[in-house]
């Protein structure tokens, strides 16, 4: 089994038009995060770079989010070839009296302020 440290971390952030706006990755204790104005692909194998020693992926609903954004925007990523876990299936199983998806976001008060990839990483 991996240890911990070698997860990667995932979330991407995309406006109402499914264009990513921001992600967010850890690894260990080290940080990704880059804000995303144009086109996503320098943002995109940057990250792949930060994630090539990590042995598998995690995130909340990266099974039919992330991931699948990734593979559409740009399939020669790496990191789409590690293993992944995804949190949200976990956390229904753990959780079977509230199977929803939303994350518990402390650093977000108000509702409708902006989500923070790395923190949701």
Do not use: C
């Not at 952030?13 to 804000?35: P, V, W, Y």
């Not at 994630?51 to 099974?63: C, E, L, R, S, Y």
């Not at 992330?66 to 995804?86: F, G, I």
């Amino acid at each position: 089994m991996p240890e911990p440290e070698h997860g990667l971390g995932l979330d991407l952030e995309l406006d109402h038009r499914a264009h990513l706006t921001s992600l967010g990755a850890t690894l260990g204790t080290t940080e990704f995060r880059t804000d995303v104005r144009g086109p996503p692909t320098p943002a995109l194998r940057a990250l792949d770079t930060f994630a090539a020693p990590a042995t598998f992926v995690f995130g909340h609903n990266i099974f039919w989010h992330d991931l699948p954004w990734l593979a559409q925007h740009e399939p020669t990523l790496a990191l789409l070839h590690k293993p992944a876990v995804d949190t949200l299936v976990l956390s229904t199983i753990a959780f079977a009296e509230h199977p929803y998806h939303a994350l518990l976001k402390d650093y977000k008060l108000v509702r409708d302020s902006v989500n923070d990839p790395l923190a949701d990483a």
